[in-house]
Nanobody
């Protein structure tokens, strides 16, 4: 059974930083591109970042470019989202997702597996 488990969310003041982690099990992690998405109350799920299965290909949403970074460690079956200079608009539930294949996409319907999400709240 495939499981994606996010961690690292919490409450932080504007301008602060958080690192989200997602640990995968039940799949061959190095065969999957990994993405991060977020969903704020009353809003659609939004693409945040994606990284290819080898880690060499990344894409970051314009809304967080320059502030967020994605990385992965295939030896640990983990993908991280490093979030700096956080803003109240970054408040959302953050989800990691796995897509079989070398490259990810910003389309949330293209992913095979999802985690349960972790809440990030940024106070003004």
């Amino acid at each position: 059974q495939v499981q994606l488990v996010e961690s690292g969310g919490g409450l932080v003041q504007a301008g602060g930083s958080l690192r989200l982690s997602c640990t995968a099990s039940g799949l061959t992690f190095s065969s999957y591109a990994m993405g991060w998405f977020r969903q704020a109350p009353g809003k659609e799920r939004e693409f945040v970042a994606v990284i290819g299965w080898a880690g060499g290909s990344t894409s970051i949403a314009d809304s967080v470019k320059g502030r967020f970074t994605i990385s992965r460690d295939n030896a640990k079956n983990a993908v991280n989202l490093w979030m700096n200079s956080l803003k109240p608009d970054d408040t959302a539930v953050y989800y990691c997702a796995a897509r079989r294949g070398p490259y990810g996409t910003g389309r949330h319907d293209a992913y095979d597996y999802w985690g349960q999400g972790t809440q990030v709240t940024v106070s003004a």
